[in-house]
């Protein structure tokens, strides 16, 4: 069983502003981290900065901050600028992410992901052990690049992966993975394509969670999410390799001819339940631990939105926390 459980942040529907009282509640409930995504809502930095300073309890991570919208040594300066405020309590996660986020909304080429990670990955591990960086990686080349604030502790730094490439890229040079988008049933054939790893090598596991019992509100959800992701062609291949081509063969063959609403139609209800957990607070709990007992070192949650918390507010989201928290001493 972990002892660390983590959200996802910020929580939609509050101001960054209002997010003292989210950190607060979050560590009042059990929660360890928090951890920040980077889309097209908040940067991934700077929801952490705050929690930073407002929560000096909880651990930090990025999952993810991408590899190809900033500079190399842009984003070992946000990465060191956090450790410096948070020492030993900040992770950095980083990832190819998509086609969509790199090229269509950051104007920048998204080519060779799997080589551009690497090089990243080598080049931010270096420079946040404050050495200076000077020379030609295979997708860029840096110049006499040295941190003029190293951090103190410097972060541990995770990978996103999906496939045994990168799973395999993350079990050799990273210090922890990030997994998204599987079945608790699916960690063990996740873990299993890291091959060997190194003592205190870190899961991570990102989770959807929709805490109501309403099945059909949370089943549509479900399906407009799996369609929006589970169609780009990474997560695509990462789930024929997990060994749902029969299951979602109809939903990419519809997405393919440009139905996208036969495309979520398809979608079987197991393969939604699987991956979007659903039902009363306590029961989402009891499913999350699932991850937790597959191998998952940090379960972290992402809350979606329900009929109960778009009625409520802020204030019943807030109330919902401590129910979705781990149980005491666990």
């Not at 300073?53 to 984003?75: S, Y």
């Not at 992901?113 to 080049?123: A, E, I, S, Y």
């Not at 420079?127 to 410097?154: H, I, K, S, Y």
């Not at 393969?271 to 998952?296: F, I, K, M, Q, T």
Request: with cysteine.
């Amino acid at each position: 069983m972990t002892n660390r459980w983590g959200m996802t942040v910020p929580l939609g529907g509050i101001p960054l502003a209002d997010h003292a009282a989210v950190y607060a509640a979050l560590d009042r409930a059990g929660f360890t981290d928090v951890w920040s995504s980077e889309v097209n809502g908040a940067d991934a930095f700077t929801p952490l900065a705050l929690a930073a300073a407002w929560q000096p309890t909880l651990r930090l991570g990025t999952a993810i901050t991408p590899v190809f919208t900033r500079g190399p040594g842009l984003l070992a300066m946000s990465a060191a600028a956090l450790a410096d405020a948070a020492p030993g309590r900040f992770a950095l996660g980083i990832g190819a992410s998509s086609p969509v986020v790199v090229g269509d909304w950051n104007a920048v080429e998204f080519t060779e992901p799997f080589r551009r990670t690497r090089d990243v990955l080598r080049f931010v591990k270096t420079a946040l052990r404050g050495e200076t960086v000077d020379g030609a990686f295979d997708t860029f080349a840096v110049r006499r690049f040295t941190l003029e604030r190293p951090p103190a502790v410097p972060p541990s730094v995770l990978l996103a992966a999906l496939r045994p490439g990168m799973l395999r890229l993350a079990a050799a040079e990273a210090d922890g993975v990030i997994l998204n988008w599987l079945a608790a049933d699916d960690v063990p054939k996740a873990l299993a394509g890291l091959g060997g790893r190194a003592p205190g090598f870190e899961v991570v596991a990102r989770i959807f969670v929709c805490p109501t019992e309403d099945a059909g509100y949370a089943r549509a959800l479900g399906r407009r999410l799996i369609t929006s992701y589970l169609t780009v062609p990474a997560y695509a291949e990462f789930h024929r390799w997990l060994g749902r081509e029969s299951a979602l063969g109809p939903m990419w063959a519809a997405w393919a001819a440009g139905d996208r609403r036969g495309a979520g139609a398809v979608v079987p209800d197991e393969v939604v339940d699987e991956l979007v957990l659903h039902g009363s607070p306590e029961h989402c709990r009891s499913e999350v631990r699932r991850y937790a007992d597959a191998g998952v070192d940090v379960p972290v949650l992402a809350l979606l939105p329900t009929p109960e918390l778009t009625s409520g507010g802020a204030a019943a989201l807030a109330g919902l926390i401590p129910r979705l928290g781990p149980a005491e001493g666990h």
